[in-house]
């Protein structure tokens, strides 16, 4: 497993996800696979995680 591209996933999560407020809201009124969802398809940050994620 490449480690330079976990430790570009684990920066930018600890950066930019960590008390995102948008995620926070998606989680209340939604639930966390709406949540994770919103990220994954509509954030650039999850969608730049999707693509490091993509290399693995």
Do not use: P, Q, W
Not at 20 to 44: D, P, Q, W, Y
Request: aromatic share 6%.
């Amino acid at each position: 497993m490449d480690t330079k591209v976990l430790d570009k996933i684990n920066r930018l999560e600890r950066t930019y996800c960590r008390g995102c407020l948008l995620k926070e809201v998606n989680r209340t009124e939604g639930s966390k696979s709406s949540a994770h969802s919103f990220c994954i398809t509509e954030c650039s940050v999850g969608i730049e995680m999707k693509m490091y994620g993509n290399k693995l």
